[in-house]
Each structure stands twice: as C-alpha cells, then as structure tokens.
C-alpha cells in the first residue's frame, strides 16, 4: 500500500522501431566492421543482401555515416527517430516496414520484456545499496531484435539490450541495476 503523496520507481520497457530499423539498414547494406561497445551485433532475423547499393569507395563513407546517425538515434527516447539520408534512403523504408511486424512478434512471444521479479528485486537492492528512496529510481530499456546477449548503458537511466538479454535472469538483472543505477548519477 502507498501513501497518497508518495512516488513510486519506474522502469520502461519498449521494442524500439528506430534502433531496430537502424539495424535493419546496417545489415542490409553490410556496413561496418563496427568494434564500439555501443554497436550492437547483428540482428538475429535475416535481412536481404541490399549491399550491391554500394561501391566499396562508398561503403566506407556510408559506414561512418550509420555510426554518426547510429548514436544519434540510439541516444534518444525510444520513438525518436534520427533517419539517416544519403545511401541509406532506399533501405530506411524497407527497414521500417520489417519492423513492425518484427516488435509485434517479439511482443506477443514475450510480452514482459524483463520478468516483474527481476525488476522488483534489482530496484530493491539498488534502493538498499544506494541508501535512496525506490522512489528515486527510474529507467528505460530498449530491446533490440540481434543476436546473441548484448546490453549497454547507453546514457543515464537507459539501455540498449538484446531480447535474449533479457530473457536471461541474470543478466536481466544486471542490465536493470546498472541502468538504475547510473540514473542516480552522483547519488
């Protein structure tokens, strides 16, 4: 029971369209090598070859560009789009139109993104730990449809991670506590 007055913690959980569909645009172009620990890794979907678009003199280009608009889009709150122009123009329509039915299945498969436990009990211990109220605690999380468990503390209070991240129940909870916690910030 809560007391009227009283603010509670707040954990966000989303399939992001514009991080998806920036994903879908980096395979399908076959841009990269990407070695940053901000740059997930592939999508675990496949996704067509639409790679012959570019010359090998433009991959390069085009790669830094997706990795500018890559941090950009995936700095945001999810559904904040940043599309990128270029050579990724003929494939963001494409991208947009996989993803949408990808988070539909990804959500009706697994409609709780992080289990309610997980996140009751890392928003306890973060509270404990960090000697605040769980009323001062808030994050958000943005699932990405790659392969493999990959998660990242993107900014302060959100994260980047994989579905298989967070199906996991440890790694599920210390992706929810490291974005919890870097919320606080000097807390």
């Known amino acids: ?8 913690w707040e954990f966000r959980g ?8 920036a994903l879908y645009v980096r395979d399908a172009l076959g841009l990269g090598p990407f070695a940053d620990a901000d740059v997930p890794p592939a999508l675990a979907a496949s996704v067509p070859d639409r790679s012959e678009q570019l010359g090998d003199a433009e991959r390069v280009g085009a790669s830094l560009e997706w990795l500018q ?3 950009a889009t995936a700095g945001h709150s999810p559904g904040a789009p940043v599309t990128p122009g270029g050579p990724f123009r003929s494939v963001w329509k494409e991208a947009y139109g996989w993803v949408g039915p990808a988070r539909f299945e990804m959500v009706r498969a697994n409609p709780a993104l992080i289990p309610w436990g997980i996140l009751r009990d890392a928003v306890r211990a973060v509270a404990r730990d960090r000697h605040v109220d769980e009323g001062d605690l808030r994050g ?3 699932i990405l449809l790659v392969r493999g468990e990959w998660w990242h503390v993107i900014r302060p209070g959100f994260v980047l991670a994989s579905a298989e991240a967070g199906r996991n129940p440890e790694t599920a909870a210390r992706l929810v506590r490291a974005c919890l916690e870097s919320g606080l910030g000097g807390a």
Request: hydrophobic share 35%; charged share 25%; net charge positive.
């Open 140 to 142: 958000s999380l943005d």
């Open 14 to 21: 989303d399939v992001g369209s514009a991080t998806n569909a």
């Open 1 to 8: 029971m809560r007391l009227a007055g009283t603010r509670s």
């Open 69 to 71: 608009s890559w941090r």
